[in-house]
């Protein structure tokens, strides 16, 4: 059975920034796709960054060169490090892996974390 457990987040003022982990259990890791999303309040779950079996690495627009995901294969644990925090990246951050290599699968196809809270004041 898989097991995603989040850590990391907090609350931080604009302009800073935060390192969330991740750690996978119950699978083999390095087949899957894995990635963050968050999800704020009222809007929908949305991909922030995610790395891609074959090791491509995806961007939501809204957080290129700011957020950086990655990995540790042995370990098992993926991070992102969120720098130039806005406000608008306040959100609850999920991890998690989906069972197709490309991330293409949808909410059904994921293994979820509970999530970390991230929030960011002006």
């Known amino acids: 059975q898989v097991h995603v457990e989040e850590s990391g987040g907090g609350s931080v003022q604009a302009g800073g920034s935060l390192m969330l982990s991740c750690k996978f259990s119950?699978?083999?890791?390095?087949?899957?796709?894995n990635g963050w999303f968050r999800q704020a309040p009222g809007k929908e779950r949305e991909m922030v960054g995610s790395i891609h079996a074959d090791g491509t690495i995806r961007y939501a627009e809204s957080v290129k060169g700011r957020f950086t995901v990655s990995q540790d294969n042995a370990k098992k644990v993926l991070s992102l490090q969120m720098n130039s925090l806005k406000p608008e990246d306040t959100a609850m951050y999920y991890c998690?892996?989906?069972?197709?290599?490309?991330?293409?699968?949808?909410?059904?196809?994921?293994?979820w974390g509970q999530g970390t809270q991230v929030t960011v004041s002006s």
């Open positions: 119950g699978y083999t890791y390095s087949t899957y796709c």
């Open positions: 998690a892996t989906d069972r197709f290599p490309d991330c293409s699968g949808d909410y059904t196809d994921r293994s």
